[in-house]
């Protein structure tokens, strides 16, 4: 099946690049999800597009990705507020990459992508996390978020 990726897909593809796979990968798992098009002649069209709109958002560069990855590491631990239970530290819910995104914003570090961010499991206690961004396919930044209930 040939389809037309239009985000960022670890170990396939960036948007707008036109790929080749299975049909049960892309009918099941890229297309449910809006991380692809079908390739046609109107959508090859569409490319151009989805490119512009993804560098406009996108680190421009390794040197960029190097600076924004600076600056995420000088406010390591990032605080985030959320609700949680008295006592025992579950949270209400869990936290989101939206919700590391503005929190990353509100604490004077740089503008995130929320598709950027990777976490290795729900974050549903208050405490220290892990949280991993790939900023730039060769730039990948690792840092702590402080959960505190609010």
Known sequence: MKLILTADVSGLGGPGDIVEV????????????SLAIVASKGAEKQVQ?????????SIR???HAQEVKAA????????????????????????TTADIVSAVKAAGGPVLDKRTVELTGHIKTVGKHGVSVRLHPEVTVAFKVEVTSS
């Not at 597009?49 to 958002?57: D, G, P, V, Y």
């Not at 609700?83 to 819910?93: M, P, R, T, V």
Request: cysteine-free.
């Open 49 to 57: 597009t989805i490119r512009r709109a993804q560098q406009a958002r």
């Open 61 to 63: 560069g390794l040197d």
């Open 22 to 33: 299975k049909d049960g990968y892309g009918r099941n798992y890229l297309l449910p999800r």
């Open 72 to 95: 995420l590491e000088s406010i390591d631990p990032v605080p985030l507020k959320a609700k949680a239970a008295a006592g025992s530290g579950k949270l209400f819910g869990s936290v």
